[in-house]
């Protein structure tokens, strides 16, 4: 007798030469949480664990057909979003997923390499904020994230604090914001959830050395394998961190760049871990 399947996760990514970060720490991220990742490639970038030197955009024709290919063959638990490279893939996306309002969509607004080598410009930002905020559960931006695309959707403030910023978001169709600290000043790194009520949740966590390569991508992919499990928001928010936090202290450094976190630590770890 064949055994229950996985839950399916669809991932939109751009690809990692490295392994650090993008579709492949998507995937494994998902493997890791027990998900069956399916993954639809938006962008090929040319890049080490220092930063992103090119990438080319996938057609969107091929990013829509890689999508429902998946989507009319197995049943999706959850959406997650990462690199989109190009605002005609933001439109092909966002027709897609507008099939499947029922299914939980989570973005990781990717706007610039962990160097800051620049991923996104203001004309797909905007495509973003139109299409794809309105569809989506939850958004998982850093700060710098989210003040760039909170920036001139309310002309009489130019300078939001970061709750102004989760607010606004919010304003333009998002359930939930998560927005992660680690760009902040401070010993400790602060991650807050907020919906329309305010604030959900804010995690502390103990600001660990070094710099990291996917650390945002595998937050995002941890909440989208527990919603796809069925946890809601706030439980999969508070535990997708956990996880993460733990790959970060467990990071490993292959190249002459960033930390990779090890999403397979707990195969490596004690018994009593």
């Not at 996880?243 to 004690?270: E, F, H, S």
Request: net charge negative.
């Amino acid at each position: 007798m064949p055994l229950p399947s996985l839950p399916a996760v669809l991932v939109f990514a751009g690809t990692d030469p490295t392994g650090g970060a993008g579709l492949q720490a998507d995937v494994l991220t998902l493997s890791s949480l027990g998900c069956h990742a399916l993954s639809v490639v938006t962008a090929v970038t040319v890049q080490d664990t220092v930063g992103v030197d090119d990438y080319l955009p996938i057609d969107p024709e091929w990013i829509a057909d890689q999508a429902r290919g998946v989507l009319e063959d197995m049943p999706v638990a959850a959406i997650k979003i990462g690199m989109l490279g190009s605002v005609e893939a933001v439109a092909a996306i966002a027709e897609v997923v507008s099939d499947y309002p029922d299914i939980p969509l989570v973005l990781d607004p990717v706007l610039t390499s962990g160097r800051g080598d620049p991923l996104a410009n203001e004309e797909l930002l905007e495509a973003v904020r139109d299409l794809l905020l309105p569809q989506t559960t939850l958004l998982t931006p850093n700060s710098i994230e989210a003040r760039r695309l909170a920036e001139d959707v309310d002309e009489d403030n130019d300078d939001p604090d970061l709750d102004e910023c989760a607010r606004r978001l919010m304003d333009l169709g998002c359930e939930y914001v998560l927005i992660t600290g680690a760009h902040e000043q401070g010993a400790q790194v602060s991650n807050a959830l907020y919906n329309t009520r305010g604030v959900v949740h804010r995690l502390h966590w103990d600001r660990l050395p070094g710099s990291y390569h996917g650390s945002g991508c595998t937050l995002a992919s941890a909440v989208a394998a527990l919603l796809a499990q069925g946890q809601d928001i706030a439980d999969a928010v508070k535990e997708a961190q956990e996880y993460t936090y733990q790959t970060l202290k467990n990071a490993y450094r292959p190249g002459m760049g960033q930390y990779i976190p090890d999403r397979l630590y707990w195969v490596r770890g004690d018994d009593e871990e």
